[in-house]
């Protein structure tokens, strides 16, 4: 027997499923979030309800919030449960489950309304998970695109906009006019610097209403930059019914994530904030050392093991984690090359972070994919992989590993395994990366001319040979043999014969 999941059974839950232990008649908004997705009631929302647990901060619940058609279906759905949510963390050691009740409310699916709860005092914290991609990002400065045609359209009618960032700026002036301190921004999406990246587009917006509106935004309002972190997969008939069968409960957009979660955040919150630190998070001067650990050890590591796994074949993966090859590459180069790059965090272990790292990546009951891992390799490579390249060549270190990485991804854009199996080389650069590709891989000329991408490496001599090696030896050998000829030392002997030669 099933129950539906409302407010009324939350005294009757099955005895598998954690129940809130605060009355949720007893919470009171103080953040508002927009892009109520899987990742934030997965993240955020399982913070502040461990915190309401503990009898603290519970002037401090979630008031949802969105503008896309999407987000009218995740209300009506959240809406028939009370705003309940129920999150199963997929441990391998066995699965568990609780109801989230951190959230109380969520605003019509509407931009008059959300400007107008944005203008309530209480409203002290509103947090973003818009995509990485929210941002208006101009792909050739790396500032905010105010040409963008959505951005164009809510300048020409400030008063009804359509943005996340339209409504931000009209509701930070309507507080401002009406005496209210100004709440601050938090993004929670999973980019470098995002606090920064929220910042340029909120100001670069009212900047560009008028100048004096963007020098006040600049100056007021609070953006603190947070590394947020937790695999969490979509949600579909297979979920619905794990929790149902499992479970018991009856739930239209549950959420199944890991059970690992990290959030690191700097303290620069002048309007208050809930004492998260109490539930985990790290509150610190400066989240970009943690950034740099995370892109470079743990997005660097997807990056390692995704184009060998998808060239011998794996589809999961914890399949390629248990891969002895992969496995053993994905460890070698971090601590040879990777983990070197990132400057010391006192108190943190590099290792064992790593360690936490790998055993995440083995998870079975995650059920990640490597042709997610594979997915747009020319935006992802030159944040995960190719600065620690310039770091190590920088300092006259080898490059090896990170170079035979570079080639295997190379050799993905081909667009067939090793069997002659096709794959979509899911990337908007795709023509551009099968050409380099089929040049390396099919034309072998003598000299590789690397993608604009690669910046100054593309005319890096010591960069240039390594990956001629590993790629010529992918060529000859095939993939596992590359692997096992990195793994027994025969790279580093080629390598240097390579240096010799170029004396």
């Keep these: 027997m099933t129950q539906n999941l409302s407010e009324t059974v939350l005294s009757s839950l099955p005895e598998s499923v954690k129940a809130p232990a605060y009355r949720r008649s007893d919470l009171t908004p103080g953040i508002l979030h927009i892009g109520v997705g899987n990742f934030h009631r997965a993240h955020q929302a399982i913070y502040l309800s461990k915190l309401f647990d503990l009898g603290e901060g519970r002037d401090w619940a979630i008031v949802g919030a969105g503008l896309k058609p999407y987000d009218k279906t995740m209300r009506e759905r959240l809406q ?35 400007i107008a709860r944005l203008g309530e005092p209480d409203i002290r914290i ?17 500032g905010f695109d105010v040409n963008h045609p959505e951005i164009q359209a809510d300048l020409a009618s400030p008063d009804a906009p359509q943005t996340v960032f339209g409504v931000l700026v009209a509701a930070l002036l309507s507080r401002r006019d009406k005496g209210l301190e100004p709440f601050t921004v938090m993004s929670c999406d999973n980019l470098p610097e995002n606090g920064h990246m929220a910042k340029q587009a909120v100001a670069g917006f009212a900047r560009a209403l008028s100048p004096e509106a963007g020098s006040w935004i600049a100056d007021n309002v609070a953006f603190p930059n947070g590394m947020v972190d937790c695999i969490t997969p979509a949600t579909g008939d297979r979920e619905r019914g794990l929790v149902q069968e499992r479970f018991g409960l009856t739930d239209a957009a549950p959420v199944v994530c890991e059970p690992f979660r990290q959030w690191v955040l700097e303290d620069h919150f002048p309007a208050g904030r809930p004492a998260l630190e ?47 090859l992969i496995c053993a590459f994905l460890k070698k180069l971090e601590e040879d090359e990777i983990l070197p790059t990132v400057p010391e965090i006192p108190g943190v272990s590099f290792e064992t972070y790593l360690t936490t790292v790998m055993d995440r990546f083995s998870n079975p009951a995650v059920g990640d994919t490597i042709p997610r891992l594979c997915l747009d390799g020319s935006n992802r490579q030159p944040k995960f992989i190719l600065p620690s390249i310039q770091d190590r060549l920088d300092k006259g270190l080898p490059v090896a590993g990170l170079a035979l ?76 043999a590359t692997l096992k000829a990195y793994l027994d030392g025969r790279f580093d002997k080629g390598a240097a014969a390579l240096k010799a030669n170029a004396h």
Aim: net charge negative; with cysteine.
């Design 278 to 324: 109490k539930v985990g998070v790290e509150f610190v001067e400066d989240v970009a050392p943690y950034e740099l650990m995370k892109l470079r050890i743990l997005n660097g590591g997807h990056a390692t093991i995704a184009y060998p796994g998808a060239l011998l074949g794996h589809y999961f993966v914890h399949d390629a984690m248990a891969d002895p």
């Design 405 to 480: 990485e570079t080639a295997l991804w190379c050799r993905y854009c081909l667009g067939h395994n090793e069997a002659g199996e096709p794959h979509v080389i899911e990337d908007n650069n795709a023509d551009i990366l099968k050409a380099w590709a089929q040049g390396v891989y099919a034309d072998k000329p003598a000299r590789i001319e690397m993608p604009e991408l690669f910046g100054g490496l593309a005319s890096d001599e010591t960069f240039l040979k390594a990956f001629s090696y590993a790629a010529g030896m992918i060529a000859e050998d095939g993939v596992a």
């Design 126 to 142: 509103v947090s973003l998970t818009i995509t990485e991609g929210g941002y208006f990002v101009d792909p050739n400065t790396g």
């Design 80 to 114: 028939a449960q009370d705003w309940l949510t129920t999150v199963v963390e997929l441990d391998p050691e066995g699965l568990s489950a609780q109801v989230c009740g951190a959230m109380i409310d969520f605003v019509d699916v509407d931009p008059k309304a959300l």
